[in-house]
């Protein structure tokens, strides 16, 4: 089966400082690779989403993730944090079984906290 | 609006007490997923609609849970019995797939979710 490991639980950046969340996963084959946001009371958002092709992938709000198979790693970065930045960001793993998409595994998130 | 809608926001129920909370996804979505998440966790897969047919389910759903379709637009996930552990929230997704399998059409867009409170 596979798993996603975020190994922050917490990240502190000053607002205007450049940004990494580190993502990790675990599956057989090439998987199908997401980042969210969510804010409190918001619903999740996708940032971005990795499928095939170019492993640098951009997303919306600035926001971009590079695929490295040899490291089964998608970590986001962001070059300017801004303060409305702050929320949960999680990674997620899909798999296509053949018959299309089945649900995600979601990482455990990583709270992103910015200081003026 | 055009998202997915879940109703309601916020349940509080006693303990044994039956729950069921419903998701309104996008109308021309034919899939539609819930997910629990539940405090410092990420969300955590409970099962998915293709249509009306529930194609998939974790084991974290037990027999205390079940979810319908009835007609493949919204849904209705039933808690029987509460227990304190099913105190989370609880959401709903929608995508539409294409046959044949990933698409850029099938990013899952989730609702706000119910937080529900077993007492």
């Known amino acids: 089966a596979q798993s996603v490991t975020q190994p922050d639980i917490h990240i502190t950046v000053s607002e205007g400082a450049s940004l990494e969340l580190r993502c990790n996963y675990s599956?057989?084959?090439?998987?199908?690779l997401f980042w969210y946001v969510q804010s409190p009371g918001q619903g999740l958002q996708l940032l971005l989403k990795?499928?095939?092709?170019?492993?640098l992938v951009q997303g919306i709000k600035g926001f971009e993730a590079e695929f490295k198979r040899s490291q089964s790693s998608f970590n986001l970065r962001k070059p300017s944090v801004h303060w409305s930045d702050a929320a949960e960001y999680f990674c997620?793993?899909?798999?296509?079984?053949?018959?299309?998409?089945?649900?995600?595994?979601f990482g455990k998130g990583t709270h992103l906290i910015i200081q003026p | 609006d055009t998202g997915v809608s879940q109703n309601p926001r916020h349940k509080i129920t006693k303990r044994g007490q039956n729950v069921t909370f419903r998701c309104d996804p996008i109308?021309?979505?034919?899939?539609l997923y819930w997910y629990r998440q539940t405090l410092g966790q990420g969300p955590e897969f409970l099962t998915y609609?293709?249509?009306?047919?529930?194609?998939?389910k974790s084991r974290l759903l037990s027999d205390r849970f079940s979810a319908e379709r009835p007609k493949g637009s919204f849904s209705t996930l039933e808690i029987q019995r509460t227990e304190q552990g099913d105190s989370a929230m609880y959401l709903c997704?929608?995508?539409?797939?294409?046959?044949?399998?990933?698409?850029?059409?099938?990013?899952?867009?989730f609702g706000p979710g119910t937080r529900l409170t077993v007492l």
């Open positions: 109308s021309e979505h034919n899939r």
């Open positions: 997704a929608s995508s539409f797939l294409l046959a044949g399998g990933w698409s850029s059409y099938n990013e899952q867009f």
């Open positions: 997620a793993v899909g798999i296509n079984s053949g018959g299309g998409a089945d649900g995600l595994t």
């Open positions: 990795y499928f095939s092709g170019d492993t």
């Open positions: 609609f293709q249509n009306e047919a529930q194609l998939e």
């Open positions: 599956y057989g084959a090439t998987p199908y």
